[in-house]
Structures are given as C-alpha cells and as structure tokens.
C-alpha cells in the first residue's frame, strides 16, 4: 500500500515532468520546426533513457525510498514522457494521408526508445 508521502510525491514529480515536457518539446519545436514530431520523439527517447539508469540506479543499486522512486519513476518520467501524445500525432498524421510520416514516426519511436531504456541501464551497469 503506497503511504499518503508516496502519492504527494507521485503528483509532485508528475507536475514537474509535465512541465518539464512542456518546456523541453516547445524548444525543439522551436529548433526543428512542426514538419516532424520532434519534440514529442526527444522526450520520449531522453526519458526512456532516463528510466533505464532509474531501473538500475534507483532499483538495483542505490537504496533510495519508495517515494523517491516513485517521485522519479512513475510522477516525473510518467509525466515527462508522452505516448498520449505521440500516439495522437501519428493519428494526425494517418487522418491527413501522410502514412509514410506515421510509419516513421512509429518505427523511429518505437525503436529509439526501446535503445534509450537498453543504453541506460547499460550505463548505470557502470558505476
């Protein structure tokens, strides 16, 4: 049973993720332009990268409390990442008949991501 510490924070990491998402995919829209879902990709690669060295880190390797596990692994990474959000802009994609863009964005996602979360645990392997 998660303590009444671990819920608050769950929504305080998850307000900070969402804003931190926020913030990070305007930039690279900003960078990059809307041709592409950049700024959804970015995220979702850097914080799949992210939960790969928390997985280790955070799980095998430091002892940190549940809530700090929580407050990272589920509030901010959960918030941070956006698979709402890629999966409504692959839609939008399919709805305006730019298939080979959603295939992309799919196959690019899909398999950066899962590279992200295999090269952070990887790196937190390390120390």
Do not use: P
Not at 80 to 103: D, H, P
Request: aromatic share 14%; glycine share 10%.
């Amino acid at each position: 049973m998660m303590s009444a510490w671990g819920w608050i924070a769950i929504a305080m990491g998850g307000a900070l993720g969402a804003m931190s998402r926020f913030a990070m995919s305007h930039h690279v829209y900003q960078w990059f332009g809307r041709d592409f879902a950049w700024g959804t990709l970015s995220v979702n690669v850097i914080g799949s990268f992210i939960m790969g060295l928390s997985a280790v880190l955070l799980v095998d390797k430091i002892a940190v409390s549940t809530e700090w596990r929580a407050f990272i692994m589920v509030g901010f990474l959960g918030a941070f990442t956006t698979f709402s959000t890629f999966s409504y802009e692959t839609m939008q994609y399919i709805e305006i008949g730019e298939l080979n863009k959603a295939v992309l964005n799919i196959g690019v996602s899909v398999i950066t991501c899962l590279v992200a979360v295999w090269l952070g645990m990887l790196a937190a392997k390390q120390f």
